[in-house]
């Protein structure tokens, strides 16, 4: 269970970073609105954005 969400949005980055192998502690998730981003300890950045239609994760290339 995934406590401690502000938003829809928020929940589902999680359990997709969870669901993706992102283990917390190693990485650091920044959420606005329907979009995220995940760092890694070396400053490496992974841009997400929520579609609120299709209910699912996409990774911005």
């Known amino acids: 269970m995934i406590k401690g969400c502000r938003s829809i949005a928020e929940y589902v980055f999680r ?3 969870s669901d993706n ?3 917390n502690g190693y990485f650091t ?19 997400l954005t929520y579609d609120g239609v299709e209910k699912c ?3 911005e290339v």
Do not use: C
């Not at 998730?29 to 841009?47: F, P, Q, S």
């Open 29 to 47: 998730l920044e959420v606005n609105g329907n979009k995220a981003v995940i760092r890694d300890k070396a400053g490496e950045t992974l841009n």
């Open 57 to 59: 994760v996409q990774v």
């Open 15 to 17: 359990r997709w970073m």
């Open 21 to 23: 192998g992102f283990v």
